[in-house]
C-alpha cells in the first residue's frame, strides 16, 4: 500500500470492494491472474471520496431530500441529482490528497494519456448489474485534467440514472461509495466485449464476441453494429460481419473523436477467427479465476489482448452445482407443480427431504437431473410419455434436447438409469431387499 488514498492496481483483489469499488477489485483481480495483461493503474480509494463529502456539510441535506422523492418523480430526481453534482465538482481536492494523485501519476509518467473510471461499491456485484450507471472518461492528459475528471468522477455516483436505480432497488444513497481508477490509455487497432456464455439463450458452453475497430467506446454507446462470433470448444461456430461505418479513435491532445471508416475496410472483420479463439481461451482463464461467467471487455493492442474490464453476467439462470464437466438435463419440479414462482426456504427444504428422488436448487427453484433417464432407451419412451401428458411443452423440449447429437449420451438398457433387459419385472418380484430398502427410506424422510 502506497499511501492511504491511493493503492496500486497490482494490490487490489476482488476482498476489497469496500475499498476501490467494483471496477477496481475485479481490475485488481484481473491482473494477478497468470497471462492477462490489463493496463497499469492505481486505485484512489473510497476514503478520499468520503473525505470530500464531508467538505461539504450541505451535501447531507441534499441526500434526505433525496431520499424521500418518489423514483418516478424524474423531474425533481433530475433537478436535485445535478445540484448534488455541481455540489461535489466545485470542492476543491485538499493538497495533500492532489499530490498522492500527482505523485502516483509521476512514477506512471505524467504526460502519458490516461483512461479515468468510476469504480462505485455497489457495482459489478454478482447480484444486481450497475453497468454504465457512473462515468469513464478516456485519454485525459495532464494532472490537473486527471483531478478535474477525478472530481467528474466522484459526483457521477449522483446521475440521474445511478440514483433512480438505486431508488427502485432500495438501495440507501449513503452506503455507496465511489473509488476512481486511473489507468494507462491504450489505443487498440480492434476493441469489443466478450461474453463468456452466450448473453440470449445462456448456453455456457457458447462464448460471444462482439468486435469493432478503435475505442470500445463506439459498441458501448451503440455507434456502430459490430463482428459477432460465436465460439463452441474451440472452434468458431457462428460469425455475422457488419459494415462498420465509424470507430472512435483517442486525439493527441485529449479527449476522444468519432471518424468514419474508409469503404473498403467497413465489412473487414475486426478480428481473425484464430484471435477470436485466443481471445475466448483467455476469457475461459478469467471465468474460471471468478468462478462464474464474465462479460469482458477487451483492447486489441499490436497483436496482444489487454483486458480492461470484467463483471459477471447477471441475467443467466443459475445453474444447480455439479461435481463435473458433462451435460444435464433438469426438469422443473414447481412447473410441474404449476408453482413457477420462486420457492421460499423452508418450502425448498421440505421437499428436499420428502422427495423419492433427489432435488437440485438454483434460482430459487428445484429440479430434477434426468438425464440417466433419457440416457436409456428403455426408461426413455416412458418417461416421455408420463411428462407430455402433464406438459405436452416440456415433452417438446425434451425431445428438441434429445435431437442434439450426443448431448445425451445413450446408454445400454442394463446401465445405470434403466432396468435390466428382458426381465425388469421379474427381478422386483423376486427381490424382497427392494421392500425393506424402500420402508427404510420412508422412515429416514418421515422422521
Request: proline letters at 5%; one cysteine or more.
Amino acid at each position: 500500500m502506497i499511501e492511504q488514498y491511493v493503492w496500486e492496481l497490482q494490490e487490489v483483489d476482488e476482498t476489497q470492494v469496500a475499498f476501490v469499488g467494483g471496477k477496481g477489485a475485479h481490475l485488481g483481480g484481473l491482473s494477478r491472474i497468470e497471462g492477462i495483461r490489463v493496463p497499469t493503474g492505481f486505485c484512489l480509494t473510497t476514503d478520499a471520496f468520503r473525505r470530500i463529502m464531508a467538505e461539504a456539510p450541505s451535501i447531507d441535506d441534499q441526500l434526505d431530500q433525496l431520499s424521500r422523492l418518489n423514483p418516478d418523480d424524474r423531474e425533481a430526481i433530475r433537478t436535485l441529482s445535478a445540484q448534488i453534482r455541481r455540489t461535489i465538482e466545485g470542492i476543491a481536492i485538499p493538497n495533500d490528497l492532489a499530490a498522492a494523485i500527482t505523485r502516483a501519476l509521476a512514477r506512471l509518467g505524467e504526460q502519458a494519456a490516461y483512461a479515468v473510471r468510476s469504480s462505485a461499491t455497489a457495482e459489478d456485484l454478482p447480484t444486481a448489474s450497475f453497468a454504465g450507471q457512473q462515468d469513464t472518461y478516456l485519454n485525459v492528459v495532464g494532472s490537473a485534467a486527471i483531478l478535474q475528471h477525478v472530481s467528474r468522477c466522484w459526483a457521477s455516483l449522483f446521475t440521474e440514472r445511478a440514483v433512480t436505480y438505486r431508488q427502485r432497488n432500495g438501495i440507501d444513497h449513503r452506503t455507496v461509495h465511489m473509488a476512481v481508477v486511473v489507468q494507462q490509455m491504450v489505443f487498440p487497432h480492434a476493441a469489443g466485449i466478450l461474453f463468456t456464455a452466450d448473453p440470449v439463450t445462456g448456453n455456457r458452453k457458447v462464448a460471444t464476441v462482439d468486435a469493432g475497430f478503435g475505442l470500445g467506446e463506439a459498441l458501448v454507446s451503440g455507434l456502430v453494429n459490430p463482428d459477432v462470433f460465436k465460439v463452441r470448444h474451440g472452434k468458431v461456430v457462428a460469425k455475422a460481419i457488419a459494415a462498420k461505418q465509424h470507430a472512435v479513435h483517442a486525439l493527441p491532445t485529449g479527449g476522444t473523436q468519432e471518424v468514419a471508416i474508409d469503404s473498403q475496410r467497413q465489412e473487414q472483420p475486426a478480428l481473425t477467427d484464430a484471435q477470436v479463439v485466443r481471445l475466448v481461451q483467455l476469457g475461459r482463464r478469467i471465468e474460471a479465476h471468478f468462478g462464474s461467467p464474465q462479460d469482458i471487455e477487451w483492447c486489441l493492442v499490436d497483436d496482444g489482448f489487454q483486458i480492461v474490464q470484467s463483471r459477471p453476467i447477471t441475467t443467466l439462470f443459475p445453474i444447480p452445482e455439479t461435481g463435473d464437466q458433462e451435460n444435464h438435463v433438469y426438469v422443473s419440479v414447481g412447473h410441474g407443480q404449476m408453482m413457477t414462482d420462486a420457492m421460499k426456504p423452508l418450502g425448498l427444504s421440505m421437499w428436499q427431504l420428502t422427495a423419492m428422488v433427489p432435488m437440485h436448487e438454483a434460482g430459487g427453484r428445484l429440479f430434477v437431473d434426468v438425464t440417466r433417464r433419457l440416457a436409456s432407451p428403455a426408461s426413455r419412451a416412458g418417461f416421455l410419455d408420463v411428462m407430455g401428458r402433464g406438459d405436452p411443452l416440456i415433452r417438446d423440449a425434451l425431445e428438441t434436447v434429445l435431437d442434439h447429437d450426443g448431448f445425451v449420451p445413450s446408454l445400454p438398457d442394463a446401465g445405470p438409469g434403466g432396468p435390466p433387459a428382458g426381465g425388469a419385472s421379474a427381478s422386483i418380484e423376486t427381490d424382497p431387499a427392494i421392500v425393506t430398502e424402500l420402508i427404510e427410506r420412508s422412515q429416514v424422510s418421515i422422521a
